[in-house]
């Protein structure tokens, strides 16, 4: 299967998932959207309102501030995939529960695999804790870190400064430190990729079959 394919046939699966009670009071399932190639992955928490009604990731004012800050940061909405650590909208907008949170982590795992991304953006606390389990993002917002093959970065989750005005300064400069910070990631993954080639073995040329020595005819 190609990376679309595969991102195909996960939000068919998603669409029709009932491996957490969040599908009883679901609208719509929200699978993700983006690139299949897409070196850039956004990782938020839940679909909200507007998500469960259109279907689609951060639609609403979170969403519409998400590209607000995408855009000073010279990314364009269509040039990263979108997605979030449950599929389902929880009711109210609460938390995810663990239990829910574990039932959508196979459907993302896969989603990563086939992406492939270089860099991951986790928006908000529960998607952070995937990659840093037991962090505060109190204390690690806005700071990349290189997580096996991949440079991950913790934000605040857009919505934040919509509940609290006070995270907007905040999230506002992790945004306009981020540029930098992927120019950054680029060179560091260009340099392990040319540390990998050089470590790898030239390849060994096959042996030529050695020739009969010839007995002369003397006669």
Excluded at 49 to 77: D, H, I, S, T, W
Excluded at 156 to 185: C, G, S, V, W
Excluded at 211 to 219: A, G, R, S, T, V
Aim: with cysteine; aromatic share 6%; glycine share 8%.
């Amino acid at each position: 299967m190609t990376a679309e394919e595969t991102l195909a046939q996960i939000a068919k699966e998603v669409s029709v998932c009932a491996n957490c009670t969040l599908h009883k009071t679901r609208k719509r399932s929200v699978p993700g959207e983006g690139p299949a190639n897409a070196e850039i992955m956004l990782i938020g928490e839940g679909p909200g309102f507007n998500e469960n009604e259109q279907g689609r990731p951060f639609v609403g004012a979170a969403g519409q501030f998400l590209e607000q800050l995408l855009g000073q940061a010279g990314l364009k909405r269509t040039d990263v995939w979108i997605g979030n650590v449950v599929k389902c909208r929880p009711p109210n907008n609460r938390d995810p529960m663990p239990e829910e949170l574990a039932a959508c982590n196979l459907y993302l795992e896969r989603q990563m695999a086939a992406i492939n991304p270089k860099i991951i953006i986790t928006l908000g606390r529960f998607s952070m804790g995937k990659f840093m389990p037991g962090a505060r993002i109190s204390s690690v917002h806005g700071q990349m870190r290189q997580i096996g093959g991949r440079f991950v970065i913790p934000m605040f989750h857009p919505a934040a400064a919509l509940h609290n005005p006070t995270y907007k300064p905040l999230i506002l400069q992790d945004f306009a430190r981020l540029p930098q910070m992927l120019e950054q990631a680029r060179a560091a993954l260009g340099k392990m990729r040319a540390a990998l080639g050089k470590m790898r073995p030239a390849p060994i040329e096959p042996e030529k079959p050695k020739e009969e020595p010839k007995q002369l005819n003397l006669f």
